[in-house]
DNA sequence: ACTATTCATATGGTTTTAGTAGGAATTGAA
DNA sequence: TTCAATTCCTACTAAAACCATATGAATAGT
């Protein structure tokens, strides 16, 4: 039901990589070998990231990415939606036109409570966390 | 990324009437009617909620389906998990033999709160809850 | 015998996923 | 000025998942 894709995987992978290397220009062919991810894939997932604001890049010999913002400052929530815009589990979360049913539609209101629930979670945990292994495991 | 499929929403409609028709036989024709959904496409979700032990059903004319349990009995967690088996947004996060990074993997924690939380919370919620539209928002 | 229902299985169209591939544009350095 | 290293752009594809539709067999009540 409910699966997190390569790209958002590999996204978030990619940016730590980054957030670890900060300060410096960082090659994707690195990232790549380092990271074991297709280098060419990984060459399709910086567009989104580039058009959030995540990251920067510099073209040409010596070009490379780097982080467009302190770690701390990017949350796991900006990241999926730098690549699959906004987080809706079910259509009629996001858009109430989408069903004539949502009126009266008793599975509605679970849909958006779990959806809340994880746009929340996602929102709460930052790069920065993930680098420095700080997920508490605690339910907040 | 993370989608509630249809099949899903379905089954839950479908033990939603149920549960509104305690004691009856209910046909499945009606449901079909009544909510709308396609008759086949129900038809093949049935057998997994039946396998799971959360329906059952009479053959013949005059035949049906009914609940095997009461509502209150019933967790959202379990029609997720007759249908698509165990909850795991990762596949790591089921099986730690799947991917070789998963002792040093720094998203692995991630996935596995954001996979506990969303557990938790269909686990909380019964097809009693969802006919008493009885859902907090708040978190819990 | 007839009809209404569940049960079993096969088939198909569309979309998403997870890549691969080729080459153009840009830049730094020799 | 040339070369090499890099990002950028776009097209293509195989496989899987999703969302059904279709056909008919088995069963049971009337």
Redesign the pocket.
């Known amino acids: ?1 409910i ?8 996204a978030i992978r990619l940016l730590i990589f980054l957030a670890q290397h900060e300060g410096e ?7 790549s070998e380092k990271e074991n ?5 990984l ?2 997932i ?2 989104y990231l ?1 058009n959030s604001g995540l990251i920067l ?9 780097i982080l467009a913002k302190k770690p701390s400052q990017i949350t796991i929530k900006e990241i999926v939606q730098s690549i ?1 815009g906004p987080i809706a589990i079910v259509e009629c979360v996001a858009s109430s036109e989408y069903c004539n049913r949502s009126n009266n539609c008793v599975p509605n209101k679970l849909w958006k409570k779990l959806n809340e629930q994880i746009s929340d979670t996602l929102e709460t945990i930052t790069l920065e966390d993930l680098m420095l292994n700080r997920i508490s495991m605690e339910v907040s």
Chains 1, 2 share one sequence.
Not at 3 to 10: E, G, L
Not at 37 to 41: E, G, H, R
Not at 57 to 65: C, E, F, I, L, T
Request: no cysteine; hydrophobic share 35%.
């Open positions: 039901m699966k997190i894709t390569t790209k958002i995987r590999y220009m960082v090659f994707l062919k690195d990232v991810i297709s280098f060419k894939y060459e399709q910086i567009p580039k890049s510099k073209r040409g010999a010596r070009g490379g990415y699959e």
